[in-house]
């Protein structure tokens, strides 16, 4: 069965702090990774990753992906108050393009 | 660039009466796709349009849900009758084809009493 795993669950953190959410997939046929940041309902979409080893970066959010091991991390630097949300992590299947999503990581950065 | 839309934002309903989502997806997307997100959970993905074809249904509860994207454009959700656990956010997601980032509507919050 596929599955998506994040961890922490949840975090908290103070402004300036940096964090690293992690997320791990069993997904046959893989085709890529994506994140996406949920604050009230809809999550937006941060990053897609299709190949290993190969960092994306936005202002203060990177993500990287390793297909060996099966996992990707997303680093936030210098936390604002503003990236408290929940963080999506899922598995796009090749093919279907269906994606499998993780349970989230709920990130709250303290002032 | 319009968003996602989704209608109603909130909806309370009893268990057995029937209820239905719209979504108007991204201008120009030809997928679209019915997301269902328990309370902490992921999204879990119920059903897949490429235009108004069904590309993959197969976790739809399909003896209670049915959707449909008659002309391409515009899709309903539909629950008859609706269970208590149906309560949770239906997400509608669209993306300009299949393979591209999804991006998400604000979704419905249903609660079945």
């Known amino acids: 069965e596929d599955k998506v795993v994040q961890s922490p669950l949840s975090l908290v953190v103070h402004e300036g702090d940096t964090v690293t959410l992690n997320c791990s997939y069993e997904v046959t046929n893989f085709r890529s990774l994506l994140w996406y940041k949920q604050e009230k309902k809809a999550p937006t979409f941060l990053f897609m990753l299709?190949?290993?080893?190969i960092e994306k970066k936005s202002g203060r959010l990177s993500s990287i992906l390793d297909k060996k091991e099966l996992f990707s991390i997303l680093n936030i630097t210098a936390t604002q108050t503003g990236d408290s949300a929940i963080y999506l992590c899922?598995?796009?299947?090749?093919?279907?393009?269906?994606?499998?999503f993780g349970t989230g990581t709920r990130l709250k950065v303290l002032a | 660039e319009a968003g996602v839309a989704q209608s109603p934002r909130y909806k309370i309903i009893e268990k057995r009466q029937s209820v239905a989502f719209w979504c108007n997806p991204i201008?120009?997307?030809?997928?679209l796709y019915w997301y269902q997100q328990i309370l902490g959970q992921g999204p879990k993905l119920l059903i897949q349009?490429?235009?108004?074809?069904?590309?993959?249904d197969s976790q739809l509860p399909k003896d209670r849900f049915s959707a449909e994207r008659l002309k391409g454009v515009d899709s309903t959700l539909k629950i008859q009758p609706a269970k208590l656990e149906d309560s949770a956010v239906y997400l509608c997601?669209?993306?300009?084809?299949?393979?591209?980032?999804?991006?998400f509507g604000p979704g419905t919050r249903l609660t079945v009493t």
């Open positions: 899922a598995g796009a299947i090749s093919g279907t393009y269906k994606y499998i």
């Open positions: 349009f490429q235009n108004n074809g069904v590309v993959d």
């Open positions: 201008s120009g997307h030809a997928t």
């Open positions: 997601a669209s993306s300009l084809e299949r393979g591209d980032e999804q991006y």
């Open positions: 299709t190949s290993s080893g």
